[in-house]
C-alpha cells in the first residue's frame, strides 16, 4: 500500500499521466500534471485540469485533448497495478474525471481502520526543515484578535507540515527593545503617576488601553509611590523592563491555555548584544549593497527587486527596524533550515520586497516565504464590535477565548484562507446548532461515538462489499479525500482547507444517519457499516486533532 496503495494514488495518477503524454510532458511543470477534488461528486474522485492545458499547445479544443487523454490514461492504468482502483476514468467540460471502484474505496476503509490515528500521515524520504516564525506581538499589551488569528494560523499550518513529513520548528520573534517599548515604559510611568495622584501629561503615541492601569498598580504594590517621582530618565529603564515582563506573561499565559507552545523564543536584544546586527551589515558592506548618502546608510534593495533604497542606519545612528530583521534571517539561515515562512499581519505587507531583497543579497534567494494575515471583524447581535489598538478599548484574544472558548475560536479562524478577511460571528460561534459549524462536526463525532458504544465488537474481517448504498459510498469518497485534501493544504500552505472538508464528512455522516440504521438483525450488513462509522469518526478525530480542537465522544 504504501507504495501502490490509496494513499498515494493521486501521485500515481500524475505519473502515469506524464508517461501518456511522453515528450509533450517534457517541460511542463509539475503542477500542472496534478490532481484536485472536484466539487462536484458526479465528476469523480479525482479531477484534472490537463485538456485546458494541453489545448494551445496542441491548437485543439480542451475537450477533444480530454477525451483523447481520458482512453489512454485508463488503459495504462489498467496495465499496471492502478487498474484494480480505477473504475473509469472521463473526460467532461475539458477535464479528466477519475472514479474509483468500489473495491478500492473499500480497501480504503481497511487501511483507516488499521492506520487510526496515522490515516493522513504522510512520510518523506528527506525531510526538508522549515522554521515558521508568526504572532511575534510586541509585548507592549494583551493580543488582539489579529494576533489571534495569526497564532492559530500559525500552530494549525505547523501541524498540517509535520503531519506531511516535514521537520518543523515554530518560532516567536521578541522585538524587545526599540521605540515601542520606550513608548510602553513612558505610558506606565504616567499612569503610575496618576494612580499616585501626580499627574502628568500623557505621551504623545503612548499606549492608551485601560490594561496599563493593572500593569501600573502592580508597579506600585512593588516599587511604591515614592519610586515613580524620580527623573525619567533615571527610571525609565525600569517601566520598560517591568511592563514588558508582566505583558509578555500575559501573552505566554494566553498561549498556553489555547494550546499553543513555541519550540524557540528569540530576542531583538539578544541579536544586537551579540553583534550579529553589525555582522550582517558588515557582510553587505562587503559585498557593495550599503552605502552611504545624506550621513545615513542605505541597502541597495532596489537590485534585488524592491522599488525604492532602504535606509538600515538613520543619520542620528539609530538604526531601523530593517537592520535587526535582516540579522535575524540571516541567522536563521545559518542554523540550517532549507526554508523559513513567516506570518504577517497586512500592515506588513509593504516590507516583503526589502526582506526579500536582503535574503538574496545574502545568499538566501527564495528561502523566505512571508504569507499575510488578514484582520477580524467581530459581530456581536449583527453589528461590528469596535476593536482599536491604542486609543480607548479593544477586545482582546483572552476576552474572545472566554466568550466563545477554545475550539469554535480555533475554528472559526481557519475558515478563510489567511490573506481573506475574517467575519467572526461571536454569537453563531456560542450557539448549539447545527448553523454552528464546530458544534455540526463535533455533533457528528460525538453521534458516531453514540452508536459505536452501543455496537456488539467488530468482527476480523467484515464484508465491506455491502457497502452499496448511495450514502454509504459517498461517505467512503469522502474518507478517500482527506490525506489529499492534507497535501493540497500542506503544498498551498493554507490550513483553511480542513475545515471544510470536515464540514463535508460531518455532512455525508448527517445524511447517512437520517437515511439508515447502523444496527439491523442483518448482523453482516450491520457489522459493515460498524466499520464504516468507525472509520469516519476516526477521520473526524484525526482532523479536529490537526486543528487543535476537541473530539468530544458526548455532547
Not at 473526460?91 to 473495491?103: D, E, Q, R, T, Y
Not at 481573506?420 to 458516531?448: C, G, I, M, T
Request: hydrophobic content about 40%; proline content about 5%.
Amino acid at each position: 500500500m504504501s507504495q501502490h496503495g490509496i494513499f498515494t494514488i493521486d501521485e500515481q495518477l500524475s505519473r502515469v499521466l506524464s508517461e501518456v503524454l511522453g515528450s509533450e510532458a517534457e517541460g511542463l511543470p509539475e503542477t500542472l500534471l496534478r490532481w484536485e477534488i472536484p466539487k462536484d461528486p458526479s465528476f469523480g474522485d479525482l479531477s484534472c485540469a490537463i485538456g485546458f492545458k494541453m489545448a494551445g499547445l496542441r491548437r485543439m479544443g480542451p475537450q477533444a485533448v480530454a477525451e483523447e487523454l481520458a482512453t489512454r490514461l485508463f488503459h495504462s492504468c489498467q496495465a499496471n497495478s492502478l487498474g484494480v482502483w480505477i473504475e473509469k476514468v472521463e473526460a467532461k467540460a475539458g477535464f479528466l474525471n477519475v472514479f474509483l471502484s468500489h473495491p478500492a474505496l473499500c480497501q480504503l476503509l481497511r487501511e483507516v481502520l488499521l492506520r487510526r490515528h496515522r490515516y493522513g500521515l504522510h512520510r518523506l524520504r528527506q525531510a526538508p526543515s522549515i522554521n515558521i516564525e508568526f504572532l511575534s506581538a510586541n509585548p507592549t499589551g494583551p493580543l488582539s484578535v489579529a494576533h489571534g488569528r495569526q497564532a492559530v494560523a500559525g500552530d494549525t499550518l505547523a501541524r498540517l507540515l509535520r503531519s506531511q513529513g516535514f521537520r518543523v520548528t515554530t518560532e516567536y520573534y521578541l522585538n524587545d527593545e526599540g521605540r515601542q517599548i520606550e513608548l510602553l515604559g513612558r505610558s506606565l510611568r504616567h499612569r503610575c503617576l496618576e494612580l499616585a495622584g501626580k499627574p502628568e501629561a500623557f505621551p504623545d503615541d503612548g499606549y492608551h488601553g485601560s490594561y496599563l492601569y493593572d500593569v501600573a498598580s502592580d508597579f506600585l504594590r512593588r516599587y511604591g509611590d515614592g519610586y515613580v517621582t524620580q527623573p525619567e530618565a533615571r527610571t525609565l529603564p525600569t517601566f520598560m523592563r517591568f511592563g514588558m515582563k508582566t505583558l509578555l506573561q500575559g501573552i505566554r499565559e494566553d498561549l498556553e491555555r489555547f494550546g499553543l507552545s513555541f519550540d524557540r523564543w528569540s530576542s531583538q536584544r539578544w541579536l544586537r548584544v551579540q553583534g550579529r546586527i553589525e555582522k550582517a551589515l558588515g557582510l553587505l558592506k562587503e559585498q557593495g549593497v550599503l552605502y552611504e548618502s545624506e550621513a545615513a546608510m542605505w541597502f541597495a534593495s532596489t537590485r534585488f527587486g524592491d522599488d525604492k533604497d532602504r535606509v538600515v542606519r538613520k543619520s542620528n545612528g539609530e538604526l531601523t527596524y530593517l537592520a535587526p530583521d535582516i540579522a535575524y534571517h540571516q541567522w536563521k539561515m545559518q542554523r540550517g533550515y532549507a526554508r523559513l515562512i513567516n506570518l504577517w499581519g497586512p500592515d506588513h505587507h509593504g516590507y516583503i520586497p526589502r526582506l526579500k531583497a536582503a535574503m538574496t543579497a545574502l545568499g538566501f534567494s527564495d528561502r523566505l516565504t512571508v504569507r499575510i494575515v488578514q484582520l477580524v471583524t467581530l459581530t456581536r447581535h449583527g453589528t461590528p464590535v469596535p476593536m482599536s489598538k491604542r486609543q480607548g478599548e479593544f477586545v482582546t484574544f483572552r476576552e474572545v477565548l472566554d466568550e466563545v472558548g477554545t475550539d469554535a475560536t480555533r475554528f472559526f479562524f481557519l475558515m478563510r484562507t489567511m490573506e481573506s478577511p475574517l467575519d467572526f460571528d461571536l454569537d453563531l460561534a456560542k450557539s448549539q446548532s447545527q448553523e454552528n459549524p464546530v458544534y455540526y462536526v463535533q455533533y457528528a463525532h460525538a453521534r458516531l461515538s453514540s452508536i459505536l458504544a452501543k455496537c456488539p465488537a467488530l468482527p476480523p474481517r467484515p464484508d465491506l462489499t455491502l457497502l452499496q448504498e448511495p450514502e454509504e459510498r459517498l461517505l467512503l469518497r469522502v474518507l478517500f479525500q482527506y490525506p489529499i485534501v492534507l497535501r493540497i493544504c500542506a503544498r498551498a500552505l493554507e490550513p483553511h482547507g480542513i475545515t471544510g472538508y470536515l464540514r463535508r464528512l460531518a455532512e455525508s455522516v448527517h445524511i447517512f444517519y437520517t437515511k439508515h440504521r447502523v444496527i439491523s438483525e442483518d448482523q453482516a450488513r450491520s457489522a459493515a457499516r460498524i466499520a464504516l462509522v468507525k472509520a469516519t469518526r476516526q477521520v473526524l478525530a484525526n482532523g479536529l486533532s490537526l486543528l487543535g480542537v476537541n473530539a468530544p465522544v458526548k455532547m
